[in-house]
């Protein structure tokens, strides 16, 4: 299994955070590098992933870093937050330099456009669904 989080200090110990997105990236056929940060918005999410000069980079609650458990839902948050990193790599989805107009499959959206009924969304709630026993059976041979 490739590490593909990114080697940075945030203060917490991510052994069992980074060991799931290593697996989860390598199920879903992510071979890039992975930036895991804390959350800097206060969204009603517990993850948001964003494409910043170059890098991915999933912002993620800084509760669930300090705890650095793999949960159903953390899992299934990992797997929804890399599909959106594999949306952007394969250029399926893209965003302006400000992050309020989205392109997907060559048609916009903006900030106005419901998150539930944002299709990429859709989209990767599909994949936490269609990737979560993959995963979790993964983990437990690593």
Do not use: C
Request: proline share 2%; hydrophobic share 40%.
């Amino acid at each position: 299994m490739k590490n593909v989080v990114a080697d940075i200090n945030i203060g917490h110990d991510l052994t069992n955070i980074r060991k799931l997105v290593n697996v989860a990236a390598e199920v879903i056929g992510i071979d890039t590098d992975i930036y895991i940060m804390p959350l800097k918005l206060n969204f009603d999410e517990n993850a948001y992933t964003v494409l910043q000069g170059g890098k991915y980079i999933i912002f993620v609650s800084p509760e669930i870093l300090q705890k650095d458990r793999i949960t159903y839902l953390v899992i299934r948050m990992f797997i929804h937050e890399l599909w959106h990193v594999k949306q952007m790599l394969e250029g399926w989805l893209t965003f302006n330099k400000t992050q309020t107009i989205a392109t997907w499959n060559d048609e916009s959206y903006t900030v106005t456009t419901k998150h539930k009924y944002r299709p990429w969304e859709l989209e990767a709630r599909q994949a936490e669904s269609k990737y979560y026993k993959q995963v979790k059976q993964k983990l437990t041979e690593y």
